[in-house]
């Protein structure tokens, strides 16, 4: 135990240094909750490690994991957490988070965990109970449909990502409540706290990158992509406009041209959450590319760049003609000093294609380089959002909302 107290103790220490945890209660929690328990089976210094631990899984994919303790630190300051609130969680996974937000609610308040595995519920409660934890209702459903039977709620959490905000969780939320949610968009996976107005309407407190397992059931998706034949590569374009034509990616991807350096750091942050966001709210043809073979065939080495394993790029739209890409890689050539960022121009189109990549690099350049954290979101139902919105907002459009986003300050492109 004296091990076990130590190594939460120096992981707790950790996220407090490293600005995660920031208030006393999330950390009084992080110290009072023991994760190892959580975690049967793993040594010590796993368990406090620093790292998500997937604990379930089908076909060799995840399909529940222990999340990162620094995301969960942040998620947990993001939610605002207050003794006496009622909490729904979706996605119970191991029980450890329910406890940290028992612990934060306390005696007047209380937590109920939804999943969707019966298998992950039932371990759930034994470790909790392992842990001396009260306070938290397990329930074996389809988080997606919420739990009306304990609504209204103070604060409805997702510990999984979603494409979506279902009707049925903002319609559990009571006056003021806060949602905060992994959410899509358009790539890239934004953990957003609503907060929910007296017109019904959710507005973004805070949004910070993210990356988690989606959510199953009536209320899952995918954003698997297009896998493109003969080059390794799969194609991801937003699910809400016309996107990249996926055979003419592949049709550009065989006609490559110059390789151009970009006149500005980016780091992989900057390309998938920082530039790589920018870009999909304000560029039609954004599109990016995974790599799922171990030889792409291309000129450029993709690995170093994106989400470890992929990066950005501007393609023709669907029906655009001639086709074109313009894709940004790790540099390389004569002409880009080594481990660089660069663009090479695919296809006809490619070099006016790079002409707009560079010109919002320079539009984001010039607002600060924004990231996740700069930008705000506004939520409502789909359909309550004509074609005229304001200047300087994008518009995803999605099954059940429509989301508003822009960047407080800085002025339309």
């Known amino acids: 135990m004296a091990a076990a107290d130590?190594?939460?103790?120096?992981?707790?220490?950790?996220?407090?240094d490293g600005d995660r945890i920031r208030s006393p209660a999330v950390e009084d929690a992080f110290r009072a909750v023991p994760r190892h328990v959580f975690l049967p089976g793993l040594a010590l210094d796993e368990a406090y490690a620093d790292e998500a631990v997937a604990v379930q899984f089908s076909d060799g994919v995840a399909t529940s994991s222990a999340s990162q303790p620094s995301m969960m630190a942040i998620m947990l300051e993001q939610l605002d957490l207050r003794p006496g609130h009622h909490v729904l969680e979706i996605?119970?996974?191991?029980?450890?988070n329910a406890a940290l937000m028992a612990r934060i609610v306390g005696p007047a308040g209380a937590v109920t965990a939804v999943d969707i595995d019966e298998d992950l519920i039932a371990r759930a409660a034994l470790h909790l109970a392992e842990a001396g934890v009260s306070g938290v209702e397990l329930v074996a459903a389809d988080g997606a449909l919420g739990h009306p039977a304990g609504a209204p709620y103070d604060r409805i959490v997702l510990t999984v990502g979603s494409s979506d905000i279902r009707p049925e969780w903002v319609a559990q939320l009571g006056p003021g409540g806060r949602l905060l949610l992994p959410l899509a968009v358009r790539g890239s996976q934004l953990s957003t706290a609503f907060d929910l107005g007296p017109e019904?309407?959710?507005?973004?407190?805070?949004?910070?990158?993210?990356?988690?397992?989606?959510?199953?059931?009536v209320g899952a998706s995918s954003d698997a992509g297009t896998r493109l034949d003969g080059v390794g590569l799969v194609l991801q374009v937003a699910e809400d406009g016309p996107g990249a034509d996926p055979a003419g990616v592949t049709t550009a991807l065989a006609e490559p041209g110059a390789l151009l350096p970009v006149p500005a750091a980016l780091g992989t942050a900057d390309v998938w959450d920082g530039f790589g966001l920018w870009l999909a709210l304000t560029e039609p043809g954004l599109c990016r590319l995974l790599v799922c073979a171990p030889e792409t065939g291309l000129s450029d080495d993709l690995l170093p760049l994106g989400n470890g394993a992929g990066t950005i790029a501007l393609a023709t739209t669907a029906g655009e003609r001639p086709p074109g890409l313009a894709v940004v890689v790790a540099g390389s050539g004569a002409d880009v000093r080594p481990g660089s960022v660069a663009v090479r121009v695919f296809g006809a189109a490619g070099p006016e294609l790079a002409r707009r990549l560079f010109a919002s690099l320079d539009r984001w350049t010039a607002a600060g380089?924004?990231?996740?954290?700069?930008?705000?979101?506004?939520?409502?139902?789909?359909?309550a959002v004509g074609e005229a919105v304001p200047s300087g907002v994008s518009v995803v459009r999605k099954e059940h909302c429509c989301l508003l986003v822009d960047l407080p300050g800085v002025p339309a492109n």
């Open 91 to 96: 996605g119970a996974g191991t029980g450890y």
């Open 6 to 16: 130590r190594a939460r103790a120096r992981m707790v220490d950790v996220l407090c």
């Open 369 to 383: 380089r924004p990231g996740a954290a700069e930008w705000r979101i506004a939520a409502m139902p789909a359909g």
């Open 200 to 217: 019904g309407m959710l507005h973004s407190d805070s949004v910070r990158s993210c990356a988690f397992i989606r959510l199953r059931g």
